[in-house]
């Protein structure tokens, strides 16, 4: 895939993301990481991950302070499933620049500033709610 759906945190109707918590960032990433763990740090500071879900699906995900960026996601529940835990535990909107749509929970939902909150998409963080939101639903 081509497309790079990107996770922010909206903070009390705030129009800036604030900053994430990268305890959460790391406890979520860590466990699905394949690239060397010596690389993880970037010299510019942000966090390079290489995961790779059970299902063999995987993605290259980079993180700065205040947003999250999934390069290259494989079609797959697993890997979308770490992207829905991602965006849950830190309450956050996932944003698909194909479409300029954001898919977020009812916790994230409430945080995004007004005239964000009446154009996002409330979904289910599930690996299968968040791959049918960004990639449409797969044939049965």
């Known amino acids: 895939?081509?497309?790079s759906p990107s996770?922010?945190?909206?903070?009390?109707?705030?129009d800036a993301p604030v900053p994430l918590d990268m305890r959460v960032v790391r406890a979520v990433l860590t466990p699905y990481d394949v690239g060397d763990p010596d690389h993880t740090m970037m010299e510019d500071g942000r966090l390079q991950y290489w995961v790779r879900a059970?299902?063999?699906?995987?993605a290259e995900i980079f993180v700065?302070?205040?947003?999250?960026q999934v390069e290259r996601p494989h079609?797959?529940?697993g890997v979308f499933a770490i992207v829905a835990e991602l965006a849950a535990r830190l309450e956050a909107?996932?944003?698909d620049p194909s479409g300029g749509t954001f898919f977020c929970g009812p916790e994230a939902h409430a945080h995004l500033p007004a005239d964000m909150r009446q154009e996002a998409v409330l979904i289910d963080m599930t690996g299968e709610a968040v791959e049918?939101?960004?990639?449409?639903?797969?044939?049965?």
Not at 132 to 140: C, R, V, W
């Open 132 to 140: 049918a939101a960004l990639i449409g639903p797969l044939p049965s």
């Open 7 to 14: 996770i922010y945190k909206f903070v009390e109707g705030s």
């Open 54 to 58: 059970a299902d063999g699906s995987e």
């Open 64 to 68: 700065d302070q205040t947003g999250i």
């Open 93 to 95: 909107v996932i944003f």
């Open 75 to 77: 079609s797959g529940p």
């Open 1 to 3: 895939m081509s497309y």
